[in-house]
């Protein structure tokens, strides 16, 4: 029973509440991020690492910090300044450790704490009542990463449109924005699919 | 003159949404009607000028290489007066707006604003570049809401608009916010490009 | 030494300033927040058992969580007889709908009223949506609305027999035209496009039934219970 919610979590992070396409979460480093492949991709791993450790922060500071001492109505000053400090911390762990990942994911990682989407499944644990739940701190971090994977998969798929739609021929004031608009539409329509799914 | 000037920049020659393309995520969200997008264009105009004076305030005491932490506190302060006032005053608004009130933190253009402009100028000047820049962003917000409201919805502020007419739905969803803020755009290139 | 001190105390004072402004703010604004919510208790009430009187707020356990119920009471043909209220809950589309349900003690559903969703725009959401008899131009004409009307998706639960089956069907939305057919059937119409949210609701309905079931009593022939113990 407690296994299904596990994965029904999961499963509706990424197709049918698709941070991006469904919810319009993150639609900013969506488009501005998704005219190549590779960094697409780049971008997509850091905000799926990001999102999972917010979650986990975030929920643990909800829980036994901002609760206890009725500071809820805090919680966008905390969950932003713990946003900007996970994202700093995680910087220079990476470029200490690792100077090829770094090198990788270093130019977006700065661009993560004002990506609405970290902050929106830091809000969005909350929303849900998952402080409350049995396993509140599991599926939080579910739903961070399942943010995080759905955030990728649709920066990939724009991505693989867009670098095609390069060498296509488009009417001159569509080019740029207002055709990656459109193409952004059909694909939210195509994953409009998703919501039939009962699970 | 002057102030006059970095009052409309932001309605269209430098409109956030439009010509720069920043601060999309509740351009999306709240779109679904018009109601909501008045509402979005109240609450983040009223941050972005309280935010703009403060900075313009404290630039002179505020260290370069800590401004953003300070930015972000003097922000998410007005985003949390807003979000208390509008809990305690218009739980329906509250309601509506949902996660996309906390959300204005993150708003790129309030920030972009306070590093590119505020921190620099006067707090005059930073009123009126506020001032403009959030109705900039609301009126595109507006536009936006009032054709997906009456083709997705047929309604207008709540009522109906044309009797007996069946709306398309797909567009006070997702992928029409996408499409019609597409169109949009495609519309603001053409204008442009003629006028060159 | 000197570099530290400053942003810290820059910084600092930024945050004390903020946290004492959002301290008054959120005193001043509290007691307002708390009694909106209790006001929306009490305007569920009435919605969900209309004409009962002497409502009280009871508890009981289910699976070994406490959980509120109300009881009122109401004059019938001279008789006694009880009403319940109850709060029931199921995920939805996007996260959980919770409404309160008030029913007879024969399970007629006298009622139920959405306290909380988070549904699409548009297609879930509409569980709240009001369909006013105005259009936009007789609004322009400022014209004005007779009364404020309840949610067509929540009135039509109203005089469902809770025990038998609920069936949902999809018969657009619910209207003066076919709320007699529907009501004889026993018959829900789900919201165009959103059947999610109808079945979450409807199943929520005959889960919180299920749960209160032992507490829900027919009122004896003008004998008080509490005379006799």
Same mark, same amino acid.
């Given at each position: 029973?407690?296994?299904?919610?596990?994965?029904?979590?999961?499963?509706s992070t990424?197709?049918? *509440?698709?941070?991006?396409?469904?919810?319009t979460?993150?639609?900013c480093?969506?488009?501005?991020?998704?005219?190549r492949?590779?960094?697409?991709i780049g971008?997509?791993?850091?905000?799926?690492f990001?999102m999972? @450790?917010?979650s986990?922060f975030?929920?643990?500071?909800?829980?036994?910090?901002?609760?206890?001492?009725?500071?809820?109505?805090?919680?966008?000053?905390v969950?932003?300044?713990v946003?900007?400090?996970i994202?700093q911390l995680?910087?220079m762990?990476i *470029?200490?450790s690792?100077?090829?990942?770094?090198?990788a994911?270093?130019?977006?990682?700065?661009?993560?704490?004002t *990506?609405?989407?970290?902050?929106?499944v830091?809000?969005?644990?909350?929303?849900?009542?998952?402080?409350?739940?049995q396993?509140?701190?599991?599926?939080?971090?579910?739903?961070?990463?399942g943010g995080?994977?759905?955030?990728?998969?649709?920066?990939?798929?724009?991505?693989?449109?867009?670098?095609?739609?390069?060498l296509?021929?488009?009417?001159?004031n569509?080019k740029?924005?207002?055709i990656s608009?459109?193409?952004?539409?059909?694909?939210?329509?195509?994953?409009l699919g998703?919501?039939?799914?009962t @699970? | 003159?002057?102030?006059l000037?970095e009052?409309? &920049?932001?309605?269209w020659?430098k409109?956030?949404?439009?010509?720069?393309?920043i601060?999309?995520?509740? /351009?999306?969200?709240?779109?679904?009607?018009?109601?909501?997008?008045?509402w979005?264009? /109240?609450a983040?105009?009223?941050? $972005?000028?309280?935010?703009?004076?403060? =900075?313009?305030?404290? &630039?002179s005491?505020?260290p370069?290489?800590i401004?953003?932490?300070?930015f972000?506190?003097i922000?998410?302060?007005?985003?949390?007066? =807003?979000?208390?006032?509008l809990k305690?005053?218009?739980p329906?608004?509250?309601k509506? $707006?949902?996660?996309?009130?906390? $959300?204005? /933190? =993150?708003?790129?253009?309030? $920030?972009g604003?306070?590093?590119?402009?505020?921190? &620099?100028n006067?707090?005059?000047?930073s009123?009126a570049?506020?001032?403009?820049?959030g109705?900039g962003?609301?009126?595109?917000l507006?536009?936006?809401?009032f !054709?997906?409201e009456?083709?997705?919805?047929?309604?207008?502020?709540?009522?109906? !608009?044309?009797?007996g007419?069946?709306?398309a739905?797909?567009?006070?969803m997702?992928?029409g916010?996408?499409?019609?803020l597409?169109?949009?755009?495609?519309?603001?290139? &053409?204008?442009?490009?003629?006028n060159? | 030494?000197k570099?530290?001190?400053?942003?810290?105390?820059?910084?600092?004072?930024?945050?004390?300033?903020?946290?004492?402004?959002?301290?008054?703010?959120?005193?001043?604004?509290?007691?307002?927040i708390?009694?909106?919510?209790r006001?929306k208790e009490?305007r569920?009430?009435?919605?969900v058992?209309?004409?009962?009187t002497?409502?009280v707020?009871?508890?009981?356990s289910i699976n070994?969580k406490?959980?509120s119920?109300?009881?009122?009471e109401?004059? %019938?043909?001279g +008789?006694? #007889?009880f009403g319940?209220?109850? %709060?029931?809950?199921?995920?939805?589309?996007?996260g959980?709908?919770?409404?309160?349900?008030?029913?007879?003690?024969k399970?007629?559903?006298?009622g139920i009223?959405i306290? #909380?969703?988070?549904?699409?725009?548009?297609?879930?959401?509409r569980?709240?949506?009001? %369909?006013?008899d105005?259009?936009?131009?007789d609004?322009?004409?400022? +014209?004005?609305?007779?009364? +404020?009307?309840?949610?067509w998706? #929540?009135r039509?639960f109203?005089?469902?027999?809770?025990?038998?089956?609920?069936?949902?069907?999809?018969?657009?939305?619910?209207?003066?035209?076919?709320?007699?057919?529907?009501?004889?059937?026993?018959?829900?119409?789900? %919201?165009?496009?959103?059947?999610?949210?109808?079945?979450?609701v409807?199943r929520?309905i005959?889960?919180?039934?299920n749960?209160? +079931?032992?507490?829900?009593?027919?009122?004896d022939d003008?004998?008080?219970?509490?005379?006799?113990?």
């Amino acid at each position: 029973m407690e296994l299904k919610i596990f994965f029904t979590i999961l499963l509706s992070t990424i197709f049918i *509440n698709n941070y991006v396409l469904s919810r319009t979460l993150g639609t900013c480093p969506f488009l501005g991020v998704s005219k190549r492949l590779d960094s697409a991709i780049g971008m997509g791993f850091a905000v799926t690492f990001v999102m999972t @450790i917010t979650s986990f922060f975030t929920y643990i500071i909800y829980k036994f910090l901002l609760i206890p001492f009725n500071l809820t109505y805090l919680k966008t000053i905390v969950f932003i300044l713990v946003i900007a400090s996970i994202v700093q911390l995680v910087e220079m762990i990476i *470029n200490k450790s690792s100077p090829a990942l770094y090198q990788a994911l270093g130019i977006f990682l700065p661009l993560i704490t004002t *990506n609405c989407a970290v902050l929106g499944v830091a809000v969005l644990n909350i929303d849900s009542g998952f402080v409350t739940a049995q396993f509140g701190l599991l599926k939080s971090l579910l739903q961070g990463f399942g943010g995080g994977v759905g955030f990728t998969l649709a920066l990939i798929l724009m991505a693989g449109i867009r670098e095609r739609l390069e060498l296509a021929e488009i009417p001159e004031n569509l080019k740029g924005m207002p055709i990656s608009f459109i193409l952004a539409g059909l694909l939210s329509l195509a994953f409009l699919g998703f919501a039939g799914m009962t @699970i | 003159m002057k102030l006059l000037n970095e009052f409309t &920049k932001g309605i269209w020659k430098k409109n956030p949404i439009l010509v720069i393309g920043i601060g999309l995520c509740p /351009v999306l969200a709240v779109t679904s009607s018009v109601t909501n997008a008045l509402w979005m264009m /109240v609450a983040t105009t009223f941050v $972005l000028v309280c935010s703009n004076i403060l =900075v313009s305030a404290v &630039k002179s005491i505020t260290p370069g290489h800590i401004r953003i932490p300070i930015f972000i506190t003097i922000i998410a302060t007005f985003v949390i007066v =807003v979000e208390l006032v509008l809990k305690a005053y218009q739980p329906e608004v509250y309601k509506a $707006l949902g996660i996309f009130i906390p $959300l204005i /933190v =993150v708003n790129c253009i309030i $920030l972009g604003r306070a590093e590119e402009f505020a921190s &620099k100028n006067t707090i005059i000047p930073s009123i009126a570049d506020g001032l403009g820049m959030g109705l900039g962003f609301g009126l595109t917000l507006v536009f936006l809401a009032f !054709f997906r409201e009456i083709l997705g919805a047929n309604t207008l502020l709540g009522y109906t !608009f044309i009797p007996g007419m069946q709306p398309a739905t797909a567009l006070i969803m997702a992928p029409g916010g996408f499409i019609i803020l597409g169109l949009m755009l495609w519309g603001m290139n &053409k204008i442009n490009s003629k006028n060159n | 030494m000197k570099n530290l001190l400053k942003p810290t105390i820059v910084l600092g004072t930024i945050a004390l300033i903020s946290g004492i402004t959002l301290a008054a703010l959120n005193t001043i604004t509290s007691s307002r927040i708390e009694a909106l919510s209790r006001d929306k208790e009490q305007r569920a009430l009435a919605q969900v058992l209309p004409g009962y009187t002497n409502i009280v707020e009871k508890e009981k356990s289910i699976n070994g969580k406490a959980a509120s119920y109300w009881v009122g009471e109401k004059q %019938i043909d001279g +008789k006694k #007889q009880f009403g319940y209220a109850f %709060i029931a809950s199921k995920s939805g589309y996007s996260g959980d709908v919770v409404s309160m349900i008030g029913v007879s003690e024969k399970l007629i559903i006298e009622g139920i009223f959405i306290l #909380q969703q988070t549904e699409t725009p548009g297609l879930g959401s509409r569980a709240e949506e009001v %369909i006013s008899d105005l259009n936009f131009w007789d609004f322009l004409a400022g +014209k004005k609305e007779a009364e +404020k009307k309840r949610p067509w998706f #929540q009135r039509q639960f109203t005089g469902l027999n809770s025990a038998a089956e609920m069936k949902i069907v999809k018969k657009g939305n619910w209207t003066e035209s076919n709320k007699d057919e529907l009501l004889k059937n026993n018959e829900i119409t789900a %919201i165009t496009g959103a059947t999610i949210t109808t079945s979450a609701v409807k199943r929520s309905i005959e889960a919180a039934v299920n749960d209160f +079931k032992d507490i829900i009593k027919p009122a004896d022939d003008g004998v008080d219970n509490e005379t006799i113990k």
